[in-house]
């Protein structure tokens, strides 16, 4: 068989483990954990449908190995329980079956731990944070020197957690070292002052981790494979930076088998969306760093950072820069990107949107969910996929965008006859102005992943074709997908139907017919979004928002990011737009006084109104229909597409 990417599908020996390929799902947590940091059924099912999808080493996340003074949250899984045993197992199990071995990241939150800010209230510790040495974090409260005495027990605790790994099945096990966690907080001049052996030079810096190595080692044998999760650079002021971490990879490369490198640390809040690139960074942007590991030492090297397309892949491998591709948001978009990628197709991937919806799911609701894939988070429901309709049904669909679509390709995959109906020219709703964005290539590449699905599912598809009361009676579908959208709203000022007011979509695809001062009216995701564009256009922006901050619909992570983005562009908050002038908007501040803002244009992004009067008049006209995406309530394509799927799913 001639494959496409034959360096990313060349099996590799880590210490005497056969890896099936060079594509490792990288470790993720899971915060629908139990409270005792157990695995429950669906997260046993989320990391073996990564298995079955192809990769060849499939990681869990955040696996504390001392939860008395490590947890920095108690949905981490607690090494140290004497009764977690069996969740392990049966995880190692669902991931064997999958045809991957199963890895587990051990890790202690070291100063992060303890912190009632950010959830560590284990009554063990007394609420206390240790690190490497004593500080005041900016909220105030105090991190403690770690005693060696305690330094030594956690060593011994690294020992024993990697020893529970391996009795319950376990392929190799990760030491993390990397992010701002226990090993790094030691590691960086930045936070260790100690004047004891376990502070000064480099080599006193690493005594901790080289300890706790040996301590792994001990326990579980010399022929079981070591990952070491480690950054290429912290990218703080004070940190260790790239020359220090080759050197310290050197010392440490007769302890471990394989180097993982990442990037990146807890210092800086921003810093989360470089460890985790967000769309406004280039995919593999980290790689670089892996790559200079790698010249300095013999042991396989990884590399990690939005990676999600195997010709890159193919080309970091080839080129030596890799010797392994760690993905994670990559496989949970598409868990079965090793198979496609294996077969050639790839085309036929969904993208990662870098839109950080997984880790936000995580994070806000305590499980994960992400926008292009439905599934995740919900495997154990879908692995009793259900069987072809018994009866095959009609089904109309009204509207081309990313719900309608999706209800197009999964009715059609069950076996029935599906009409596909949008007004337009051309699929793809309210999505179609990703091609005009740079940044949004990532949204842009789903677009035309799901517009080949549809097209490709076998249903009938109208263009230029409204669905009317009069076409539902004429068709007499069994089922009407209604999935029509929204429309901008227009906020009730005088001067709004001025033609210097335009939409986003409008200003994107058309930016020169645009002056040079723009006013964004509205700072939610769309108004902050075609603000940096416009910014990036050399325009001059500013966004005008009646709240009192920005993208406030939109989780943390992405709201990082664009945080980032969004510092050299000024933005009036509290503020309320009171009318288009000739030269301007004027609006009233958060102090009642009235001011004006110059701009040749308006870009209107004051939100989105579902299309009530035509969703009503197309209900009841079936025996089953369903009213999915924007036109139902408009949110963000997460909603959308889960919408679709689910009410495809069982009819």
């Known amino acids: 068989m001639q494959l496409q990417y034959p360096h990313l599908f060349t099996p590799l020996q880590v210490g005497n483990l056969y890896i099936k390929n060079r594509i490792f799902a990288a470790p993720t947590g899971m915060m629908s954990l139990t409270p005792q940091g157990h695995l429950t059924d669906d997260n046993m099912a989320y990391y073996g449908r990564k298995a079955a999808g192809g990769a060849a080493v499939v990681t869990l996340g955040e696996s504390i190995v001392d939860t008395a003074t490590g947890r920095s949250h108690d949905r981490q899984v607690a090494m140290d329980d004497p009764h977690i045993l069996p969740c392990l197992s049966r995880t190692v199990d669902a991931i064997n079956r999958g045809g991957a071995i199963a890895n587990i990241e051990l890790s202690h939150g070291g100063m992060y731990a303890g912190l009632s800010s950010i959830g560590g209230t284990d009554t063990a510790s007394k609420g206390k944070a240790y690190g490497a040495s004593d500080l005041t974090m900016p909220t105030g409260e105090q991190v403690h020197e770690m005693p060696q005495d305690m330094i030594y027990r956690i060593v011994e605790s690294w020992g024993k957690a990697a020893g529970v790994a391996k009795q319950a099945g376990f392929g190799l096990v990760m030491v993390h070292a990397a992010h701002g966690w226990l090993f790094n907080q030691f590691l960086s001049p930045k936070y260790n002052h100690r004047k004891d052996e376990f502070g000064g030079s480099l080599e006193n810096r690493a005594r901790f981790l080289m300890l706790a190595l040996d301590a792994v080692r001990k326990r579980i044998g010399r022929n079981f494979p070591i990952e070491l999760r480690l ?37 800086d809040e921003g810093l989360f969306v470089r460890t985790h690139p967000s769309m406004f960074l280039p995919h593999g942007c980290n790689v670089y760093l892996a790559a200079e590991i790698k010249k300095v030492v013999k042991k396989p090297v990884a590399c990690v950072g939005a990676l999600d397309d195997p010709a890159q892949c193919e080309e970091i491998i080839a080129s030596g820069q890799a010797d392994i591709v760690e993905i994670a948001r990559g496989l949970i978009a598409d868990p079965d990107f090793p198979k496609k990628a ?33 599934v995740i988070g919900h495997e154990l429901f879908n692995q009793c996929l259900p069987a072809p309709a018994v009866r095959r049904k009609k089904v109309l669909i009204a509207g081309g965008g990313p719900a309608g679509m999706e209800a197009a390709v999964t009715a059609a995959a069950r076996g029935h006859q599906v009409i596909l109906c949008e007004a337009s020219d051309a699929l793809g709703g309210a999505i179609r102005h990703a091609a005009f964005v740079d940044f949004k290539a990532d949204l842009n590449a ?12 076998g249903a009938e598809l109208r263009l230029n074709t409204t669905v009317t009361k009069e076409l539902v009676l004429q068709e007499n579908p069994d089922v009407l997908v209604i999935a029509i959208g929204a429309v901008p709203f227009l906020p009730p000022i005088p001067g709004i139907d001025s033609p210097k007011v335009l939409q986003a ?44 901050g920005l993208a406030k619909e939109v989780n943390e992570f992405h709201r990082m990011a664009l945080e980032q983005q969004l510092k050299d562009i000024p933005a009036y908050l509290n503020t309320a737009a009171c009318a288009v002038t000739e030269t301007g908007l004027r609006c009233k501040g958060p102090d009642g006084q009235e001011m004006e803002l110059p701009a040749d244009q308006i870009i209107c992004a004051a939100g989105l109104r579902p299309r009530r009067d035509e969703t009503n008049e197309l209900v009841n006209l079936t025996p089953e229909y369903f009213v999915v995406g924007d036109c139902k309530a408009p949110r963000q394509i997460t909603q959308a597409m889960s919408e679709a799927y689910y009410a495809m799913r069982d009819i």
């Open 342 to 374: 294996y077969a050639g197709k790839k085309e036929e991937i969904t993208p990662c949107l870098r839109c950080f919806v997984c880790l936000g799911g995580n994070t806000e609701r305590n499980h994960i969910r992400c926008t292009v894939n439905p």
């Open 231 to 267: 950054n290429g650079d912290d990218f703080v002021e004070g940190g260790m930076h790239l020359e220090e971490y080759k050197e310290l990879a050197l010392m440490l490369e007769d302890k471990v088998d394989l180097f993982h490198i990442s990037c990146g640390s807890h210092d």
């Open 446 to 457: 789903y677009l035309e992943c799901i517009k080949r699905r549809a097209m490709n599912c």
């Open 505 to 548: 979509p409008q200003a994107e695809e058309h930016p020169e017919t645009l002056g040079q001062r723009i006013v964004v009216l509205g700072g939610g995701l769309v108004g902050c979004e075609v603000a940096i564009n416009l910014r990036n256009m050399g325009k001059q922006v500013c966004i005008v928002e009646m709240m009192d």
